[in-house]
């Protein structure tokens, strides 16, 4: 029977050591990363051999050939359901756009889970971070681009990751992809469509750090405070305005709006 929470088992951070699609080679290298909480996740697929971009501080700043490598990332962003031992994730923001559906079959042995393809043929080889255990919830915030431009910001243990959409709605997206297909598409375009953040970190007494982000120079800045979250929180309760404030996504977990600091 199809639940609005996942089992226990599935929430944590789990780590990707393997991937095989059909009868292609092995890949061992793309840092893979896939957080669940009780309901939503987020997940992250960096190239491990994406160039270097040390003094670029903007999309704008990219080289031809930085854009090109980061075009080559994937993340997205929604909610999870299991049924039996197949899981399903809805995709609510997708850097690639994605048009078909996610799911596979989960076969777990303790901290480890292997993933089957049951549509196309693949395998995954998925591993639960230890310090991802402990409280989960997710976060969602419209911006000041209204909700085209999403944020969220999902935990599991002292790992998050904050995932926020490009501001153009999905239509023209879906058109620039199309010509980035076809390799027709401006510089512009290419810019607009890679304005999708997903970035992966660690937390220490509330404070986000970001350790690996689509955007490379977000890597190393402070992502978040949890404290201030808590008290933006607090304050939109009181005066009964949640516009542009950080909620709890129903059923994905609990924040506690009270020591913060803790999660």
Not at 30 to 50: K, N
Not at 59 to 86: H, I, P, R, W, Y
Not at 137 to 166: P, T
Request: glycine share 6%; aromatic share 10%; charged share 25%.
């Amino acid at each position: 029977m199809t639940t609005h929470s996942v089992p226990s088992n599935y929430v944590g951070v789990w780590s990707r050591s393997k991937l095989r699609r059909g009868n292609g080679p092995w890949d061992f290298t793309t840092r893979v990363f896939w957080l669940q909480t009780p309901f939503w996740h987020a997940d992250i697929r960096i190239p491990a051999d994406r160039p270097d971009f040390s003094g670029v501080r903007s999309l704008a700043e990219c080289s031809q050939k930085q854009l090109n490598a980061l075009l080559m990332q994937e993340a997205f962003c929604g909610t999870t359901t299991v049924e039996d031992d197949v899981c399903r994730w809805s995709r609510q923001i997708d850097y690639r756009l994605r048009d078909t559906d996610d799911f596979g079959q989960m076969m777990f042995n303790g901290n480890d889970v292997e993933e089957i393809g049951i549509e196309t043929d693949y395998y995954e080889l998925w591993h639960k971070l230890p310090d991802s255990i402990g409280r989960s919830f997710a976060l969602q915030r419209d911006d000041l681009h209204g909700e085209q431009r999403r944020s969220f910001l999902c935990v599991a243990g002292d790992y998050f990751i904050y995932s926020r959409n490009r501001s153009m709605c999905t239509s023209p997206a879906v058109r620039i992809r199309r010509k980035i297909q076809t390799e027709c598409a401006g510089r512009q375009e290419l810019e607009a469509f890679l304005d999708y953040e997903s970035s992966l970190g660690k937390i220490k007494d509330g404070v986000g750090t970001i350790q690996m982000s689509t955007l490379p120079w977000r890597e190393g800045q402070v992502a978040f405070d949890l404290n201030v979250i808590a008290e933006e929180i607090k304050a939109a309760q009181l005066s009964n305005n949640a516009a542009r404030c950080w909620v709890l996504i129903a059923g994905s977990g609990e924040f506690a709006i009270e020591n913060a600091q803790a999660a």
